[in-house]
T-cell receptor
Framework: DAGITQSPRHKVTETGTPVTLRCHQT?????MYWYRQDPGHGLRLIHY???????DKGEVSDGYSVSRSKTEDFLLTLESATSSQTSVYFC??????????????FGQGTRLTVV | GQQVMQIPQYQHVQEGEDFTTYCNSS?????IQWYKQRPGGHPVFLIQ?????EVKKQKRLTFQFGEAKKNSSLHITATQTTDVGTYFC???????????????FGQGTILTVHP
């Protein structure tokens, strides 16, 4: 498995509180992604990064912000958590390889519950 | 926005039956990837298709990329209980600059195999 670690793995938080999820990689991959997974919706992209301090929005970015100050770390912040943000969050990384291979490697996921 | 649609959402089969899941995009894809997620796990890369009309096989799994590079399919022959899980397609769209790094997932097909 690729060297990618998400923390925390589980979290319960109250509505209105800020929450930060961390993704740490040891692969020196350029691209990093945050997805959320909900039943019936598959994996939806929240934000992604294409380099240090370079980020862009995905399809469900409202209520989320990200930061990437180092190649190895990509942080996802829920500015004021709501119950609709209860989900499983996956971080992924990818890099250009020979023959154009660009597969993504996923972390183990963070299960977030907002009560 | 650029979306990848995947059907069916669920598929229940008897062990030994075949299974197919389909992905469709309204715009041309640069490449398409397929992932498998076991229950309780994280998505794991299976394969990448790049060329128009490309067909690749992995044992009982056959992957196809349409001639127009807008659709793809995954076919499993003679399913086994070990095939249980959610199968996702993920597409990269033709775009310049940073958008090329974005990986958009379909909703996934949940496969159940009855012994």
């Amino acid at each position: 498995d690729a060297g990618i670690t998400q923390s925390p793995r589980h979290k319960v938080t109250e509505t209105g509180t800020p929450v930060t999820l961390r993704c740490h990689q040891t692969e020196n991959h350029r691209y990093m992604y945050w997805y959320r997974q909900d039943p019936g919706h598959g994996l939806r992209l929240i934000h992604y990064s294409y380099g240090v301090k370079d980020t862009d929005k995905g399809e469900v970015s409202d209520g989320y912000s990200v930061s990437r100050s180092k190649t190895e770390d990509f942080l996802l912040t829920l500015e004021s958590a709501t119950s609709s943000q209860t989900s499983v969050y996956f971080c992924a990384i990818s890099e250009w390889k020979g023959e154009g291979r660009t597969e993504a490697f996923f972390g183990q996921g963070t299960r977030l519950t907002v009560v | 926005g650029q979306q990848v649609m995947q059907i069916p959402q669920y598929q229940h089969v008897q062990e030994g039956e075949d299974f197919t899941t389909y992905c469709n995009s309204s715009t041309t894809l640069s490449n398409i990837q397929w992932y498998k997620q076991r229950p309780g796990g994280h998505p794991v890369f299976l394969i990448q298709l790049v060329k128009s009309g490309e067909v690749k096989k992995q044992k009982r799994l056959t992957f196809q990329f349409g001639e127009a590079k807008k659709n793809s399919s995954l076919h499993i022959t003679a399913t086994q209980t070990t095939d249980v899980g959610t199968y996702f397609c993920a597409g990269r769209f033709h775009a310049g600059g940073t958008s090329y790094g974005k990986l958009t997932f379909g909703q996934g097909t949940i496969l159940t195999v009855h012994p």
